[in-house]
């Protein structure tokens, strides 16, 4: 199993400019997620689904926009990117019954965006 | 929402030395509290969690206490090795679905086992 797959894994952009992170994921998860990982900050949620057609906002979804239009994929979209948008992206994805399971979050290798 | 406070944000030990890391939490209704190893360059993986019926869990080297009077829970990691180098991040959820199911996490500590 591929587990979360997540592309590109380094990107460069300049201000202003949109992009699209892509996730796709295999083991049929309902749950996705997006976090943005930046030094002392830990991990912070930007957007997140429990299923398809299903999205909501995190912590910190300001320039960020998220669709689901499948169970396998997630994709994030800057619309119009920032320096302050500068980080390290993670997707993530697990199981969604709001019982017995644990839930567990498996996250993809990660993207690393800088915007000059 | 959730908040969860992580402590101490850098730690620094001997191998062989025991590490605690400890959390705190803000949400009563909190129920479910992982913790994730991310070692350098690599992505975040679960390594021991614990539900709020559970007041301790371990895995070998590693164990789990929980409080919910206090809303604070701790990892512990016994006879350290080098390969226990990396950062480590806590995180609390709730389990009632929607909202509740967001999981939010603490600025991670980073852990540094010293041969």
Request: hydrophobic share 30%.
């Amino acid at each position: 199993n591929a587990g979360v797959t997540q592309t590109p894994k380094f990107q460069v952009l300049k201000t202003g400019q949109s992009m699209t992170l892509q996730c796709a994921q295999d083991m049929n998860h309902e749950y996705m997620s997006w976090y943005r990982q930046d030094p002392g900050m830990g991990l912070r949620l930007i957007h997140y689904s429990v299923g398809a057609g299903i999205t909501d906002q995190g912590e910190v979804p300001n320039g960020y926009n998220v669709s689901r239009s499948t169970t396998e994929d997630f994709p994030l979209r800057l619309l119009s990117a920032a320096p302050s948008q500068t980080s390290v992206y993670f997707c993530a994805s697990s199981y969604y019954s709001g019982g017995a399971n644990t839930g567990e979050l498996f996250f993809g290798e990660g993207s690393r965006l800088t915007v000059l | 929402g959730e908040n969860v406070e992580q402590h101490p944000s850098t730690l620094s030990v001997q191998e062989g030395d025991s590490a605690v890391i400890k959390c705190t939490y803000s949400d009563s209704a909190s129920n479910y509290f992982p913790w994730y190893k991310q070692e350098l360059g690599k992505r975040p993986q679960l390594i021991i969690d614990i539900r709020s019926n559970v007041g301790e869990k371990k895995d070998q080297r590693i164990a789990v206490t929980l409080n919910k009077t206090a809303k604070h829970f701790s990892l512990h990691i016994t006879e350290t090795q080098p390969e226990d180098s990396a950062v480590y991040f806590c995180a609390g959820r709730g389990d009632s679905g929607g909202s509740n199911y967001k999981l939010t996490f603490g600025k991670g500590t980073l852990l540094t086992v010293n041969p």
